[in-house]
């Protein structure tokens, strides 16, 4: 037979259908259950933006007070959990530790191997309260401190300065943290988000696929972009040899971390509301270095090689001027993105068919097996 045509990448491939998040690449806009991702990043809470993710409505007042009690009431982890994470290498990334720490949870959960859709509506939730939790503890453990404990009182935002920092910043920081939550928070098929609902259509769990959605995540092509974003920023360190720096790249056909998209061509929704919260961090740091770095390398990316920023090239010195190490920028995308993951992990499960493509086969024709000593 002939072969077939090979979709590398799976570029351009409708693998489902989906009704949580819709990309229109040709007016650059990214909604979530109908509502355009920089007015909710604007207009609403990181709780209340996963409230809409799994449940397709924003939450009413009362429905978010509950919302919020019921997480916030999960954010502990075991003192297993606290003692594995002691026992975790002082020089571990702490994406694999956050992927460690998801699979352990999975070991403890209390509904572990039901994957009814309520036990995996409440798997979602005890992640979505209890990742951060594990991020904080994993850092501190790593510096040789003792974890915090989550603060029921706290919002999201503020609990994951927190656990993390030790403080709470001012409402300003706050804000600009949430924004990050709520552009991170979904973005239909892309590489973690399939790799979780791939996973779910073995009937595996809630808890396997957010573990292989973190290990996806990790990639410098996917979310590790925003750590690789922010030491190319250190690397180049002036403004004045950002544009030197850049053509170096250009010499060795190298890529530019933090731009491109498979499926923006011409801009990311996400881009200008994160680049103004960006913006604005600079201000409250008084350093405005990185913002300057990073516009004279977008307007070059833009006028030679005709490439866009993604969000994790706003998102990046974001996390800096915010007070995080950078080793902690892709985590905090999965404390966002648990929320995209596991709507998709339920929709998956709501009328799932096993995903198995084809490969097209290029090795050796068949033959016989060579007896040992004739090879
Ligand atoms: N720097 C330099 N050149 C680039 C870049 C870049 N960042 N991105 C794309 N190009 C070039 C690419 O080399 C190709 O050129 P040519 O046609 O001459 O071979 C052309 O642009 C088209 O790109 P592509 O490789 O077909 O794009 P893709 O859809 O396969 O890859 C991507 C998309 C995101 C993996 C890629 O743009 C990339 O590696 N970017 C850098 C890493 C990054 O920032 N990732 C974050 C992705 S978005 C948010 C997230 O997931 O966290």
Known sequence: TEKPTIYKGLVGVYADVSSI??????????????YAVQDLAE??????????????ELPNQQ?????????????????????????????????????????????????????SDAAQRRKAKRLFAKIPT???????????????????????????????????????????FDVSMILYAEHTFNASTYTARLVTSTQADMHGAITAGIAALKGPLHGGANEAVMHMLKEIGDPAKAKDWLHGRFDHKALVMGFGHRVYKSGDSRVPTMTKYAEK???VVQDRTWMEISRIL????????????????????????????IPLFTP?????RITGWSAHVLEQGEDNRLIRPLSWYTGPEQRPVPPMASR
């Open 298 to 325: 977008a307007a070059e990316m833009l006028e030679k090689k005709n490439i866009h920023p993604n969000l994790d090239f706003p998102a990046g010195p974001a996390y800096h001027l915010m007070g995080f190490e």
């Open 134 to 176: 594990a991020i904080g503890a994993a850092y501190r453990a790593s510096k040789g401190l003792e974890p915090l404990a989550p603060n029921p009182k706290h919002s999201f935002a503020e609990n994951v300065f927190h656990l993390v920092q030790g403080r709470v910043p001012e409402p300003e920081v706050l804000k600009a």
């Open 21 to 34: 998040s819709k990309v229109m690449p040709e007016t650059n806009s990214l909604t979530y259950r109908g």
């Open 43 to 56: 207009n609403c809470s990181f709780e209340e933006v996963a409230y809409l993710l799994w449940e397709g």
């Open 332 to 336: 905090l995308f999965v404390a966002s």
């Open 281 to 283: 961090m600079a201000e």
């Open 63 to 115: 429905q978010l007070e509950a919302f919020k009690a019921e997480t916030a009431a999960e954010r502990e982890i075991s003192p297993a959990l606290h003692r594995v994470i002691k026992e975790f290498p002082a020089d571990a990334h702490p994406m694999d530790t956050i992927r460690t720490a998801v699979s352990f949870m999975g070991l403890e959960d209390p509904e572990t191997g039901d994957i």
